[in-house]
């Protein structure tokens, strides 16, 4: 969805470089958004579309702009700003706002009333903590409706709360003298700032980060029940980045190999090798494989050949989704290539993180069997998308192929059955709850799904 760092420090000699410290740190987090980027200082800030530029671009603007202070936050989206206040008020958000229709309602809504959602809860969550100074009613007014975290920065401090179900991953670290300290979307930040200790921010939380103090704990809200966002494990999150002691990396093997532990019994000999798309799938396909191969011996690992180089996940490509349109619509071919050879008259299996619209998995068939490949199986890491919610705000208004089939099937067969035939390939197998739990290693109750996923799953 998004990436959020804040930086606050008491060094002077850091605090002359705060732009270029967090410059630092959004580049670590640049897989989280390439659409639209901003970094404040003290009162003043800059912003722009795209990638983060160059650290002689952000630093010629941040001269220009007079960017001095020791306090900062930056963002980066994959898709420019939802609400219009993002320009005018010093806020950062990863994830979603619920049950905002009635905020227009609220006894200190005031001249915010008319406003977007955004700045209704900015201006309401302010009134309750600092000129009522009541910490524990504006946490929890948040968190009635946040779904992940929020940074707001309020003239010298800043505040960062992660709601109660810990939707998304919230992390602060600090320097042994205790004269730094960052808050950041997630902790994949220790492979580079190797001085600084990294914890989780306890869900429920609600801390500032002051002048002259490097943490204090306004207020922590009872857990009512952990509900964490899936798509974190299969995407969202650097593969270094940390869980249970455990690296993404290896929680996305494991994802792939509960799903051919699973699934072997039910394609048999249907596969010769399995391919990764997009290369985010890579640690999945890798997990899937070596599983597989205890149900099909001939079975033959292989290296991703679909190459998905468009993917924006990926701060090191620069192409983008539109690129890849253009492309297909003014020469017809696609950045994906294919090695001929090693796939025709072969039976693959592309192993895809989600599937949305279908566009992509359509392309992929096209494109394998156009290489002489007799069987294309779809295998899909994710669980039916059903509510663009799960996997960024930046889907949500696209046109989700899974939804049509709501309250029309009653198990994950008959959607594979259905998509299957939208979509053209031999056979498809979405990842149920369940399946996908288990290769994240938390129990299935700990991770958000919309209802009717949630109770869909496989014949037995």
């Known amino acids: 969805m998004a990436g959020i760092v804040a930086i606050n420090t008491t060094n002077v000699t850091v605090s002359n ?39 002689d671009k952000i630093s010629l603007l941040a001269r220009k702009e007079k960017l001095i202070g020791k306090n900062a936050i930056g963002y980066l989206s994959k898709r420019s700003p939802q609400f219009h206040s993002m320009h005018t008020i010093h806020v950062v958000l990863d994830g979603f706002f619920v049950d905002t229709e009635k905020l227009h ?70 320097n042994k003298s205790k004269t730094l300290s960052i808050v950041a979307s997630e902790n994949s930040l220790h492979t580079s700032l190797k001085d600084m200790k990294f914890n989780d921010i306890r869900a429920g939380a609600l801390i ?24 974190e494990f299969i995407r969202e999150s650097h593969v270094t980045s940390l869980f249970n002691n455990k690296s993404i990396y290896e929680i996305r093997k494991n994802i792939g190999r509960e799903q051919a532990d699973f699934l072997g019994c039910k394609m048999g000999q249907q596969i010769d090798t399995a391919y990764a798309e997009p290369d985010y799938t890579r640690p999945m396909t890798l997990g899937f494989s070596i599983k597989y191969q205890n149900f099909w011996k001939k079975f033959e690992m292989a290296e991703g050949i679909i190459k998905d180089r468009y993917d924006d996940a990926d701060h090191m490509i620069d192409f983008s989704e539109q690129v890849s349109k253009n492309k297909l619509l003014t020469t017809g071919k696609s950045l994906k290539f294919i090695i001929q050879d090693r796939v025709r008259n072969k039976k693959i299996a592309s192993v895809q993180g989600t599937i949305q619209t279908g566009s992509t998995a359509r392309e ?97």
């Open 17 to 55: 470089n705060i732009v270029n410290l967090l410059s630092h740190c959004m580049r670590m987090l640049q897989h989280r958004g390439k659409a639209y980027w901003k970094i404040v200082v003290a009162k003043k800030a800059i912003s722009g579309e795209g990638s983060l530029p160059s650290d």
């Open 105 to 174: 309602l609220h006894p200190l809504i005031g001249a915010a009333k008319d406003s977007d959602s955004l700045y209704k809860i900015y201006h309401i969550f302010t009134k309750l903590l600092i000129e009522r100074r009541q910490p524990e009613r504006a946490a929890e007014f948040l968190d009635r409706h946040l779904r992940g975290n929020l940074i707001f920065k309020v003239d010298d401090d800043i505040y960062a709360f992660r709601n109660s179900s810990g939707f998304k991953p919230l992390v602060i670290a600090s």
């Open 208 to 231: 500032a980060l002051r002048k002259g103090a490097v943490e204090e704990v306004l207020t922590n809200l009872p857990r009512e029940g952990i509900l964490m966002d899936p798509f």
């Open 364 to 460: 992929t068939i096209y494109y394998l069997r156009k290489a002489g490949v007799t069987c294309v199986i779809i295998l899909v890491s994710y669980v039916p998308t059903a509510d663009g919610r799960q996997v960024g705000l930046y889907t949500q208004n696209r046109e989700l192929i899974a939804n049509k089939y709501v309250g029309k099937v009653s198990s994950i067969d008959e959607l594979n059955e259905s998509v299957n035939r939208e979509i053209g390939a031999n056979a498809l197998y979405y990842n149920s709850p369940e399946i996908l739990a288990r290769g994240i290693g938390v129990p299935e109750n700990n991770l958000w799904f919309p209802e009717w996923v949630r109770f869909l799953d496989y014949n037995k």
